[in-house]
């Protein structure tokens, strides 16, 4: 199995041993350094070049957003996961558009963050069918090339979610992602939400399908609770909903997964 090369650049002293321990007990991880301030991280990156960097916000010297800048600089693009406790609009949204490939809020599982770092690793490499096979996740249409090389997909998928009001920390937050890039790639998978899309998320995040419905659910409950569905309405043009008034699961992503096919995605 191929190994992925990972740079820890992580201040806390307790998260980034965290972090080290996990990853050297992973067969198909290799850790090439650690940094505990940006500047040095910022260093090593360039230095080793590696496949991924989890990148902490808050560190001495430079922050993250620098670390990620002078990644871009240098012309290196690996996958980017952002670790950190800080979980506001402006963080997520500005970590995104500098490079992130997904923004992960402490404490969470480090096997999800695992997962998130192989998925963007190999999405980069659009090698999803040898990423299923490897880790035994079970076949689901292949996106397009197109539809995977072009991280403006997600990332206008990621700003309708802040917009909306779904915060990033939420298990729903992740599996409504997924759903409304599978509806991209297959229109027609909304009409088969209970056998065909829930289930395909659930083999990917080791879960059952149930419980992604479950998590889809709240995440759209949370953002109406919030009070955000004017941004809803703006988002397409017309008015669709009320404060009285809540899109079921299929409903919200079909509305996403069309606005992304009519703007090109």
């Known amino acids: 199995m191929e190994k992925i090369s990972l740079v820890i650049v992580e201040a806390g002293e307790a ?7 996990f990853f050297e007990n992973c067969d198909d991880i290799d850790i090439l350094d650690t940094a505990t301030d940006g500047a040095t991280g910022a260093e090593k990156i360039c230095a080793l070049k590696p496949d991924a960097v989890i990148l902490g916000v808050v560190l001495p010297g430079i922050d993250g957003f620098a670390v990620m800048e002078r ?34 809020v402490k404490p969470c599982d480090l096997g999800m963050l695992k997962e ?5 690793h190999y999405s ?17 249409p292949l996106r397009t090339e197109r539809s995977y090389k072009s991280k403006s997909l997600e990332e206008r998928i990621t700003n309708i ?22 509806a991209v790639d297959e229109p027609d998978i909304i009409n ?9 998320i659930a083999g990917r995040f080791d879960t059952s399908a149930s419980k992604v419905e479950r998590a889809i659910r709240h995440a759209i409950e949370v953002a109406w609770n919030r009070g955000k569905m004017e941004n809803v309405n703006s988002l397409f043009g017309i008015k669709i909903y009320s404060n009285n008034e809540k899109p079921t699961n ?14 090109g995605a």
């Not at 998130?116 to 963007?120: K, P, Q, S, V």
């Not at 979610?161 to 599978?182: C, D, N, Q, W």
Request: net charge positive.
């Open 15 to 21: 998260s980034g041993k965290s972090l080290r321990e």
């Open 71 to 104: 990644i871009s600089a240098s012309g290196l693009k690996p996958s980017i996961i952002v670790y950190s406790a800080f979980s506001t609009e402006s963080f997520v949204s500005k970590a995104l558009n500098l490079g992130a490939d997904y923004y992960m």
């Open 116 to 120: 998130r770092l192989f998925d963007a």
């Open 124 to 140: 980069r490499k659009t090698a999803k069918d040898k990423y299923r096979k490897e880790f035994a996740i079970p076949a689901q």
């Open 161 to 182: 979610f802040i917009s909306v009001g779904i915060p990033p920390h939420i298990k729903g937050y992740g599996y409504l992602r997924e759903a409304v890039k599978m």
């Open 192 to 200: 088969s939400i209970t056998k065909k899309l829930y289930p395909s």
């Open 250 to 263: 299929g409903e919200f992503i079909a509305l996403i997964a069309d606005k992304m096919l009519l703007e």
